[in-house]
């Protein structure tokens, strides 16, 4: 899993001092999802023009994210179980609360000086938050079913694509409108996997715990 992670940090930096040109920006994002949750996060980003006129653009930078809801009902993680509906169980917590920094990528592509469209994803992080407890509904235990458990957030993140990730990772998809030479407003959807470790193994030897939620998004950028 650490071989695979420095992989893709080793691609994302061949990627973008391979192909950047001179034009460059650095930009702060706050923004805000909403829906099943409450999720707002900031970020600074360092962006890079490709091409000659630099309108698409590669960066990375770092981004912090929270949420924090209700009522959310969090499912069998691990894509060796998630293959077969049979497998899935459920960890519903009354309360969910977590916050990760992470390193994203992100890709944009400029219309004009007025209009971007972009798209970001969280690539490796660190989540803290604090235990909670909740209502484990198990598909293939009687003993386990409608039992109290316990999980604190799992960390670190990683990306490895679909379920094969592990931790809290948030991404966006979002069009961009520049009010002034340096304010823009952003709105969008932000996708992101938020996911539990119990205390203890349960049905299948599985620990972790993934909720998977859309919600729209609304944020300002401030360029440098």
Not at 149 to 168: A, E, F, K, W
């Amino acid at each position: 899993m650490k071989k695979i992670t420095a992989y893709t940090l080793a691609l994302l930096l061949v990627s973008i001092f391979s192909f950047a040109q001179d034009k460059n920006t650095t930009i702060i994002d706050a923004s805000a999802a909403f829906g099943s949750g409450f999720s707002p996060s900031l970020g600074i980003t360092k962006k890079w023009g490709i091409g000659s006129k630099g309108r698409f653009k590669i960066g990375t930078g770092v981004r912090l994210t929270n949420f924090s809801g209700s009522n959310i009902d969090f499912i069998t993680a691990p894509a060796d179980l998630t293959i077969d509906e049979a497998n899935l169980d459920t960890l519903r917590l009354g309360s969910a609360a977590v916050t990760y920094v992470a390193i994203p990528i992100h890709l944009e592509y400029s219309f004009n000086e007025k209009f971007d469209i972009g798209f970001n994803i969280d690539v490796v992080g660190l989540t803290f938050g604090g235990e909670q407890s909740g209502t484990f509904a198990a598909s293939q235990s009687a003993s386990l079913n409608n039992s109290t458990q316990v999980g604190s957030p799992t960390s670190p993140n990683i990306l490895l694509v679909g379920d094969n990730d592990r931790g809290s990772l948030n991404s966006e998809l979002y069009a961009r409108y520049w009010a002034t030479e340096k304010l823009g407003i952003r709105a969008g959807l932000s996708f992101q996997f938020i996911e539990y470790t119990t205390n203890r193994p349960l049905t299948f030897d599985n620990d972790r715990f993934r909720a998977k939620l859309m919600q729209p998004m609304i944020g300002i950028s401030y360029k440098f």
